[in-house]
């Protein structure tokens, strides 16, 4: 009986142990690293959760380079960086518990090139294609008439298909 009762302590410590662990285990984390030419030193670079809608963290530049860790309030999260003091320029992230790194000039924001984040990568090529059927809606919204309206509808229903099948093809994204 003794014997007993010591392996149902040494069990019921052992729960106990399993519990308190898994509940103080941290949230996945992130790290970004942006290394982008053109930005003033001591600016902010600001990142922001779209998922939680707040203002994450707001470090200075310094050196071209900025970086950003945290937790994931879960995964992927949407972020978006900026840099409030001097451009208009947005980077919207798509982010896991991932070390993601931007590299690139502020002044060809869509020439960025992103690694290390699969979700990102998905993304950026989304945008991508976005980008691509949007430059060809622009153009045909400067033509007038009937026959451009349903040109451009067409454009628009390409585009959601595109949309669909390529998150279909990216079960991650």
Do not use: C
């Not at 060809?108 to 809606?137: C, M, P, T």
């Amino acid at each position: 009986m003794l014997l007993g009762y010591i392996s149902q302590k040494k069990l019921a410590t052992l729960l106990f142990l399993i519990t308190t662990t898994l509940i103080a285990q941290d949230k996945p984390g992130y790290t970004i690293t942006g290394r982008i030419t053109g930005l003033k030193d001591g600016e902010k670079a600001t990142l922001y959760s779209f998922d939680r809608d707040e203002i994450i963290d707001s470090p200075l530049v310094k050196n071209d380079e900025f970086k950003f860790k945290g937790k994931l309030s879960h995964s992927p999260e949407l972020f978006s960086i900026t840099f409030p003091n001097s451009y208009d320029a947005s980077i919207q992230i798509l982010l896991g518990s991932e070390n993601l790194v931007i590299d690139g000039d502020i002044n060809s924001a869509d020439k960025f090139r992103f690694a290390g984040s699969s979700y990102q990568s998905g993304w950026h090529r989304l945008n991508l294609l976005e980008y691509v059927f949007q430059s060809k809606i622009d153009s045909l919204k400067k033509l007038e008439g009937e026959a451009n309206t349903k040109l451009r509808r067409q454009y628009l229903d390409n585009l959601d298909q595109a949309v669909i099948q390529y998150i279909k093809n990216n079960p991650k994204l």
